[in-house]
């Protein structure tokens, strides 16, 4: 076993020293009757045998390589390049965890600041940070860091109804028994223009999403200015992706950005790992939670990467620290900053390029049918709802035995909306695909 050493000898020399004659000996006091269960395990096979059972039950899973797949609502089916698992791979990278020492974490630290920097160049902002698990967890500690930052009694957090419904739920299940309160979300209905007459001396953030969870780009100028009015901050969660195309939310005025990276160069793994963005401006960095990475000099004048604005109170005194962030996702942000960098500028944008035409397209074709009408009130980007003339719940479940995994059923967190699907179309998906969708569509009517 690659990562347990100990040898015959050295078990020997362990059990002589705590004066045990086996290890079967430190169980026995456990009784006999729960010791060792028995347990109805099928004869020994071959690591032929094991593969073909293993690559058996695999084949059952519904996973994006064998069916089309048109289902987003946080995570997207996104091409990886070749290269960046090949990379990321690495043993030196594989292994690695938290940089704690400088002198023998060089590569990781260095790869983290390259992150940092591409996403901070992406974003539109000043300083970002490589160790949210997910979009989910960014975005709730982006509302703790903004209570935090506002000082004062300031304990509101005004949510859009329109940000990720899961997101919501992670960000009340992080604020349970704190005195913070969380509105502006409870009523569907409310715009950003009625969240901006919700803003006062209470108001820590306002947070909205871009594209929202229903893939609207809702008209976020002058939104900024209204939030600083009032001495709150805006909290905008983003689409990396969507940034190859749109204006950063950093030119909006925004004082915080999160988002989930695993669109970038990261697949879909079933739900994880994945990787939350989290970033903010010099004016509020010393506030920020998790590791920044920076680039210094050692005493020979040499390029050097090290952890910095790291407090004592982060690693050891943590009823004072400013988050519970205490992993790295490094591994993950590399798999990011190799995405960003094989593609180069003009790569993510002919990649958000395509989400936005196939998307409209799709849409269009979709829109055409008897019965089916798609939302268009508001630009859409990669995402868009759409009407169905039954049950969307019934529909999707017709399509997933024709193996398409037709989108997201809105019932599943909107009760009322149970004739609606949320579709996600990324450059993945080809025309033909796309027209099989709307041929399935049709017969499902």
Same mark, same amino acid.
């Given at each position: 076993?690659?990562?347990?050493?100990?040898?015959?000898?050295?078990?020997?020399?362990?059990?002589?020293?705590?004066?045990?004659?086996?290890?079967?000996?430190?169980?026995?006091?456990?009784?006999?009757? %729960?010791?060792?269960?028995?347990?109805?395990?099928? !004869?020994?096979?071959?690591?032929?045998?094991?593969?073909?059972?293993?690559?058996?039950?695999?084949?059952?899973?519904?996973?994006?390589?064998?069916?089309?797949? &048109?289902?987003?609502?946080?995570?997207?089916?996104? &091409?990886?390049?070749?290269? %960046?698992?090949?990379?990321?791979?690495?043993?030196?990278?594989?292994?690695?965890?938290?940089?704690?020492?400088?002198?023998?974490?060089?590569?990781?630290?260095?790869?983290?600041?390259?992150?940092?920097?591409?996403?901070?160049?992406?974003?539109?902002?000043?300083?970002?940070n490589a160790s949210h698990y997910d979009g989910a967890t960014s975005l709730a500690e982006a509302a703790i860091m903004s209570v935090n930052a506002t000082r004062g009694n300031r304990n509101k957090i005004l949510v859009s109804p329109r940000v990720h419904p899961q997101y919501r739920a992670v960000l009340r299940t992080y604020l349970q028994g704190t005195s913070y309160t969380v509105t502006g979300d409870e009523d569907p209905s409310n715009t950003l223009d009625r969240l901006q007459a919700k803003l006062d001396e209470?108001?820590?953030?306002?947070?909205?999403?871009?594209?929202?969870?229903?893939?609207?780009?809702?008209?976020?100028? /002058?939104?900024?200015? $209204?939030?600083?009015?009032?001495? $709150?901050?805006? %909290?905008?969660?983003? @689409?990396?992706?969507?940034?190859?195309?749109?204006?950063?939310?950093?030119?909006?005025?925004?004082?915080? %950005?999160?988002?989930?990276?695993?669109?970038?160069?990261?697949?879909?793994?079933?739900?994880?790992?994945?990787?939350?963005?989290?970033?903010?401006?010099?004016?509020?960095?010393?506030?920020?939670?998790?590791?920044?990475?920076?680039?210094?000099? @050692?005493?020979?004048?040499?390029?050097?990467?090290?952890?910095?604005?790291?407090?004592?109170?982060?690693?050891?005194?943590?009823?004072?620290?400013?988050?519970?962030?205490?992993?790295?996702?490094?591994?993950? $942000?590399?798999?990011?900053?190799?995405?960003?960098?094989?593609? /180069?500028? !003009?790569?993510?944008?002919?990649?958000?390029?395509?989400?936005?035409?196939?998307?409209?397209?799709?849409?269009?074709?979709? @829109?055409?049918? @008897?019965?089916?009408?798609?939302? !268009?009130?508001?630009?859409?980007?990669?995402?868009?709802?759409?009407?169905?003339?039954?049950?969307?719940?019934?529909?999707?479940?017709?399509?997933?035995?024709?193996?398409?995994?037709?989108?997201?059923?809105?019932?599943?967190?909107?009760?009322?909306?149970?004739?609606?699907?949320?579709?996600?179309?990324?450059?993945?998906?080809?025309?033909?695909?796309?027209?099989?969708?709307?041929?399935?569509?049709?017969?499902?009517?």
């Open positions: 076993m690659n990562y347990i050493a100990n040898t015959a000898a050295d078990r020997r020399a362990m059990l002589a020293a705590i004066g045990a004659e086996s290890i079967e000996a430190l169980f026995e006091v456990v009784p006999t009757d %729960v010791r060792f269960p028995r347990l109805n395990l099928a !004869q020994p096979l071959s690591e032929m045998e094991v593969l073909a059972e293993l690559e058996q039950l695999a084949d059952e899973n519904v996973e994006a390589k064998h069916y089309l797949w &048109f289902l987003g609502a946080g995570a997207y089916n996104h &091409f990886v390049p070749s290269v %960046v698992p090949q990379l990321q791979m690495r043993n030196e990278f594989y292994t690695a965890y938290t940089p704690y020492q400088p002198e023998a974490s060089q590569g990781t630290l260095q790869a983290i600041f390259e992150y940092q920097s591409m996403m901070a160049e992406l974003t539109g902002m000043e300083v970002v209470e108001t820590a953030c306002l947070i909205v999403q871009s594209p929202n969870f229903f893939g609207e780009l809702e008209a976020i100028d /002058g939104l900024a200015e $209204a939030v600083h009015a009032v001495g $709150a901050l805006l %909290v905008m969660h983003i @689409d990396p992706i969507s940034l190859g195309l749109f204006k950063p939310p950093g030119h909006y005025g925004a004082d915080i %950005v999160t988002g989930e990276g695993q669109s970038m160069g990261n697949n879909l793994n079933f739900g994880g790992p994945y990787l939350g963005i989290f970033a903010t401006s010099n004016k509020l960095m010393r506030k920020m939670p998790g590791r920044v990475v920076g680039q210094t000099t @050692d005493t020979d004048g040499r390029r050097g990467f090290v952890l910095t604005l790291s407090t004592r109170e982060q690693h050891i005194r943590r009823e004072k620290a400013t988050s519970n962030i205490c992993t790295n996702q490094g591994l993950i $942000a590399l798999g990011a900053a190799i995405y960003l960098a094989a593609l /180069g500028k !003009q790569g993510l944008r002919r990649v958000a390029e395509l989400c936005y035409h196939k998307a409209h397209y799709a849409a269009a074709e979709i @829109d055409k049918l @008897d019965g089916y009408q798609v939302e !268009q009130s508001q630009p859409f980007f990669k995402e868009f709802v759409v009407r169905c003339p039954r049950p969307a719940r019934e529909i999707a479940q017709q399509l997933a035995r024709q193996r398409i995994m037709a989108g997201y059923v809105l019932d599943r967190d909107f009760p009322d909306r149970t004739h609606e699907l949320l579709v996600c179309v990324t450059e993945m998906n080809s025309r033909a695909q796309i027209e099989q969708l709307v041929k399935a569509l049709k017969e499902a009517a």
